[in-house]
């Protein structure tokens, strides 16, 4: 104690200098927090009015341990937690008024920061404790990890003085980002695949991110995919580090424990798979044999493992890394195999390429034999006819007549847990990438939601159905929400909506999203389009389509609306109505074929001149949202047409919110809007967003006395609970502006933002 009131002393004489010096309490607080080693268990004894005054001078790591001591007390460390953050990182974390969990942020980004070398724990002395590990002590509270640029951090995550800290994020990891990432050498990629393998297969990591890689590196792209897909192939990985991962170890331990009891119980003690006194020449020359004689002796006896004679021997790798986890069914029917002799060949295990070429080759097979069953319905399975260049031959997947070299069949590879997220952004995707993606997607069962984004698919795009059409067939496979999103289109938005629910009819959310026409319409897929195809009846809920200036193409979307019958949420951007016709078949279409749709949003379609279509829609007694986002509603319209849309609304109880973004409203359509909620209006409105309607401060103000005065005569009774108010001319007076928003802020919450018009109005214009 006495050396660390030694060690106040600097501290007291800067606080003195400054003209606050410490108290009495606040020099015993700082004595006792520099002596918690010996102290520990009498201060978690403290009273908690005497605890509390402690809790700030204690550094993170007692403080992180003293947690559950302080809620037992009635006392929150939030605030010191809180406090830690400004003092430390300085900087103002996004969406900070909703962090309710101070701690974990702190711990989380700490860990982060010191594994990245972007924060020295000396540099506060609360942020260093010579008892503990920075790493150590923060990895139980990381659920999100970005590796970035040259996989920073990854070896150190790696070595074995760090063993306890990857244990701890394998515990608690649930989202893994990649972010600009750069080529990388053997050794790091050796690295990156240990840590995926413990984080993935053994941890609980259930997304996958990787974004801003706009020339990725395919050994390293494909490393990433098929790992968290559940395959990998260990190779020189664990030849180099001498020894099987120890989680595999103790599985396998238990796994061939289990073998033993079921085989003696089958009287065949030879099924263990966990024995190392065979010879190599027995292992290879029997694999066969006894792979049938546990397919017919128990469905529970682990298959036996046909490995390639370049690989090592069972007792210097380890029965975990010779079999699947999983057990595949063998495909009935014709299958497309290359020579027996070619999956014996020698091979380089660092091969990724050829490796996730060949590891669905079961799966395809299981799909190949239904589609080769009835030719005539395979072709129209998605709407489509491939031509012979959209076919994958052998030599497309790595096969050659003469042999393969690098290739490795399904069974000589290791199949762990697989992630069930993956999220791909501003990532070029090539055709062999594509094809590589299609094949691990087309086994690839617990994933549930799948988002391509900026990739630059092009007609790869057909590489990626192909998995999907495959997966579908897969009964245990759980995706429901598939996100496509590019700059160029290969073929018209609805048609690959066609295509993707032909493929997939089980998806619950579909988006497909492209900002412009391919350019060179040689390139757009023309002639295989069948508008003959049906669609198979799909589980779709939600549906986006964002049109690159196109065609609404009601005659292909009708076939999609009839066949999603569960379908809540649409949503139609940017798309181009040729005539009041069309527009009257969507109506009733949504009307007879989508009896359950809550919720419509159209965004920039030029509805001006549909004022019917548009009063039938706010009609509608089961929409509870409509959004009319950019569609110039009010740009010719009449004073009858907004009086119309008020008397409406004021009728409809099923409307909740009402979204005009967009719309030339202005100040006296707004003022107008305010008789929705008057007196004698049954209006259910919740939400009204006007954001974007050139709508001034004093009009504003108007608009909130108009309702103060209608919420009067109903007697304070009113639903209407959100309004929206972005980028509105409010700073041309600041004053009123206040004012508006001070009553509004009394009667609902109120969202809205400091706009500067002036410089924002041309830009504003062009878009109107």
């Known amino acids: 104690v006495r050396a660390a009131g030694a060690a106040m002393e600097p501290r007291a004489e800067r606080e003195a200098a400054a003209g606050s010096p410490p108290s009495l309490f606040e020099?015993?607080?700082?004595?006792?927090?520099?002596?918690?080693?010996?102290?520990?268990?009498?201060?978690?004894?403290?009273?908690?009015?005497i605890l509390q005054g402690i809790l700030p001078f204690l550094n993170i790591y007692y403080l992180e341990r003293i947690e559950e001591t302080a809620v037992k007390k009635g006392l929150s460390t939030q605030p010191i937690w809180h406090k830690l953050w400004n003092d430390v990182m300085k900087i103002r974390p996004p969406k900070s008024e909703n962090i309710k969990n101070w701690r974990k942020k702190f711990l989380e980004t700490f860990f982060s920061n010191v594994l990245h070398g972007v924060l020295d724990v000396s540099s506060d002395p609360r942020l260093s404790d010579r008892r503990f590990s920075p790493l150590l002590h923060s990895s139980r509270h990381v659920t999100q990890l970005t590796i970035c640029n040259m996989l920073q951090g990854v070896a150190e995550l790696t070595a074995e003085r760090n063993q306890r800290v990857l244990e701890n994020l394998a515990g608690s990891l649930r989202t893994l980002k990649f972010r600009h990432l750069l080529t990388s050498d053997l050794s790091i990629r050796q690295s990156l695949s240990l840590l995926l393998h413990h984080l993935i297969h053994h941890g609980a990591v259930s997304q996958v991110s990787m974004c801003s890689w706009p020339v990725p590196d395919k050994?390293?792209?494909?490393?990433?995919?098929?790992?968290?897909?559940?395959?990998?192939?260990?190779?020189?990985?664990?030849?180099?580090?001498?020894?099987?991962?120890?989680?595999?170890?103790?599985?396998?331990?238990?796994?061939?424990?289990?073998?033993?009891?079921?085989?003696?119980?089958?009287?065949?003690?030879?099924?263990?798979?966990?024995?190392?006194?065979?010879?190599?020449?027995?292992?290879w020359g029997d694999s066969e044999s006894r792979s049938k004689k546990v397919q017919t002796a128990s469905a529970i006896a682990p298959q036996e493992a046909e490995s390639s004679p370049s690989l090592p021997k069972r007792s210097s790798v380890g029965p975990a890394f010779q079999?699947?986890?999983?057990?595949?069914?063998?495909?009935?029917?014709?299958?497309?195999?290359?020579?027996?002799?070619?999956?014996?060949?020698?091979?380089?295990?660092?091969?990724?390429?050829?490796?996730?070429?060949?590891?669905?080759?079961?799966?395809?097979?299981?799909?190949e034999s239904l589609y080769e069953s009835n030719a005539q319905e395979r072709e129209s399975i998605d709407g489509w006819a491939p031509s012979p260049a959209d076919t994958p031959s052998c030599e497309d997947v790595g096969c050659t007549e003469g042999g393969s070299v690098g290739i490795f069949p399904l069974k000589a590879a290791c199949r762990f847990r697989s992630v069930s997220t993956l999220e791909l952004f501003s990532i070029p995707l090539t055709a062999d990438t594509c094809w590589a993606l299609g094949n691990l997607l087309s086994s690839w069962v617990s994933l549930e939601k799948l988002v391509l984004s900026y990739n630059g698919l092009g007609a790869n795009i057909f590489c990626i159905l192909s998995g999907l059409r495959a997966l579908s067939h897969r009964r245990d496979c759980s995706l429901h929400v598939v996100r496509v999103s590019d700059v160029f289109s290969h073929i018209p938005s609805v048609e690959l909506v066609w295509s993707i629910l032909t493929a997939f009819p089980r998806l619950h959310t579909l988006s497909v999203s492209f900002d412009l026409k391919n350019q060179l319409e040689g390139n757009r897929r023309e002639g295989h389009w069948s508008s003959e195809a049906e669609i198979p009846e799909s589980r779709l809920e939600q549906l986006e389509i964002r049109f690159p200036r196109e065609p609404l193409q009601t005659c292909l979307l009708l076939p999609v609306l009839k066949a999603s019958r569960s379908l809540q949420q649409l949503s139609l951007d940017s798309a181009t109505i040729s005539c009041p016709l069309e527009f009257g078949l969507l109506l009733q279409a949504l009307k007879e074929c989508n009896p359950g749709l809550k919720r419509l949003s159209f965004h920039d379609v030029n509805l001006a001149d549909y004022q019917k279509e548009v009063l039938l829609l706010l009609q509608d007694p089961v929409l509870q949202e409509i959004t009319f986002s950019f569609c110039r509603l009010f740009e010719s319209c009449t004073t009858e047409f907004l009086s119309d849309i008020i008397q409406i609304v004021k009728r409809n109880s099923t409307l909740k919110s009402l979204k005009l973004p967009g719309n030339r409203l202005g100040n006296h359509r707004l003022v107008a809007l305010a008789d929705i909620f008057s007196e004698d209006s049954s209006s259910s409105i919740c939400q009204l967003d006007v954001s974007s309607n050139c709508i001034k401060?004093?009009?504003?103000?108007?608009?909130?006395?108009?309702?103060?005065?209608?919420?009067?005569?109903?007697?304070?009774?009113?639903?209407?609970?959100?309004?929206?108010?972005?980028?509105?001319?409010?700073?041309?007076?600041?004053?009123?502006?206040?004012?508006?928003?001070?009553?509004?802020?009394?009667?609902?919450?109120?969202?809205?933002?400091?706009?500067?018009?002036?410089?924002?109005?041309?830009d504003y214009i062009s878009v109107m």
């Open 27 to 49: 020099l015993s607080g700082a004595v006792v927090s520099s002596a918690m080693g010996t102290l520990e268990r009498e201060v978690w004894a403290l009273p908690g009015q």
């Open 219 to 283: 050994v390293l792209l494909v490393l990433i995919l098929s790992m968290s897909a559940g395959f990998w192939h260990p190779g020189k990985t664990l030849m180099h580090q001498g020894s099987p991962c120890s989680l595999c170890r103790e599985e396998s331990d238990a796994q061939g424990l289990l073998t033993q009891e079921n085989g003696a119980l089958l009287g065949s003690n030879q099924l263990c798979c966990g024995s190392t006194k065979q010879s190599e020449t027995s292992q």
């Open 323 to 367: 079999k699947p986890y999983r057990r595949f069914k063998t495909a009935v029917g014709r299958k497309r195999r290359c020579p027996r002799r070619n999956r014996r060949a020698r091979a380089d295990p660092e091969d990724l390429y050829d490796f996730v070429f060949a590891v669905a080759r079961e799966e395809e097979e299981t799909a």
């Open 697 to 762: 401060p004093d009009g504003l103000l108007e608009f909130a006395k108009k309702l103060e005065s209608h919420i009067l005569q109903r007697g304070g009774q009113i639903k209407f609970t959100h309004l929206r108010l972005f980028q509105n001319w409010l700073d041309q007076d600041a004053a009123t502006a206040q004012e508006a928003l001070r009553r509004l802020r009394a009667v609902c919450s109120v969202v809205s933002n400091t706009w500067d018009s002036s410089q924002a109005f041309a």
